[in-house]
């Protein structure tokens, strides 16, 4: 058989076959491999000593250590216009590390009856980011968000006070209300509970990751200074009709992207952003990143 594993909690995994729900371990080759399974994957079941066991790990798409999850095709970020301010850099950081692993990064501005959001939709303009703007009153682009779902496997991710936790209830009432009855079940307070939980839901899957705020932005998700232009879209165009072979985009001159910042072509924050990723790699060697 064959399906995905929708859970894992102490060592078992329940894998979705697409008619049940399997519950199992896996083999243990995994462990002399150092590879451990996570919510999402795609695995091969097979039958050891009359019990179903994980005996193959099918090729990932992408994996990510925190939250643990693979074969992620969206990745939801979500962001107040107030209460909290947000982070251009912070989001610019998460979309660079979602595109680097093939995940589409989707922005959700939420609270925009409390303040406008101009300066976000000015920022993001000139991006390939799509932007949607949620009213939970009107209903305003919950139906866009449920249509991006439709066949991908999703994630969401904000920081505290975004309001995640509202639009995911406004999006998957019975998922929230699943997820609060099984923290209550196993003892554990709303937000210290660390496992991922994949839910159906309008012809794709959500993964309830509770407690995860952000994706790790740690060295595990750095991007090497070489690929990072690559990590922001809208400079495709541009990228290898710079005067210098090798250009940084920084400070050399002819540099076809910041040319086209300085015309009002590319987002000037969005280039701030990469100016300052770019910093904070420049100096690592790719032999000392994770692998």
């Known amino acids: 058989m064959t399906g995905y594993i929708q859970k ?28 451990t399974p996570v919510a999402g994957d ?15 790990i099918l090729p990932r798409k992408n994996v990510f250590v925190r939250p643990p999850i693979a074969n992620l095709d969206v990745l939801f970020l979500v962001a107040s216009t107030t209460q909290p301010v947000p982070s251009t850099l912070v989001l610019d950081k998460l979309a660079a590390i979602a595109v680097d692993k093939g995940v589409q990064p989707v922005l959700i501005c939420t609270k925009s009856d409390l303040a406008g959001a101009g300066f976000l939709e000015q920022a993001y303009a000139a991006s390939t980011l799509p932007f949607v703007r949620v009213d939970y009153a009107t209903g305003e682009g919950l139906a866009e968000v449920k249509a991006r779902i439709t066949g991908k496997l999703c994630a969401f991710c904000g920081n505290s006070g975004v309001g995640k936790s509202t639009l995911l209830n406004a999006l998957l009432p019975d998922v929230a209300r699943q997820t ?3 923290s209550q079940k196993l003892g554990r307070g709303r937000h210290t509970t660390r496992e991922v939980m994949i839910f159906k ?3 794709g899957r959500v993964a309830d990751t509770p407690g ?5 932005t740690g060295r595990a998700c750095y991007i090497p200074k070489e690929n990072l232009a690559l990590a922001f879209p809208e400079f495709a165009p541009y990228l290898g009709k710079c005067q210098f072979t090798g250009c940084s985009h920084r400070s050399e001159k ?11 072509i590319l987002s000037k924050s969005r280039y701030e952003s990469y100016l ?5 790699v420049k100096d690592v060697k790719e032999w000392e990143l994770p692998r």
């Open 8 to 35: 894992g909690i102490g060592g078992f995994y329940y894998v979705d076959t697409g008619e049940t729900v399997v519950e199992c371990k896996p083999k243990g080759i995994f462990r002399k491999q150092h590879i």
């Open 42 to 56: 795609a695995v091969e079941l097979e039958t050891e000593n009359g019990a179903a066991v994980i005996a193959k």
């Open 180 to 182: 609060a009855a099984i």
């Open 201 to 203: 839901a309008f012809g």
């Open 212 to 216: 995860f705020a952000s994706l790790d």
């Open 254 to 264: 002819g540099c076809a992207v910041r040319q086209a910042v300085e015309q009002g």
């Open 276 to 280: 300052a990723m770019y910093e904070e």
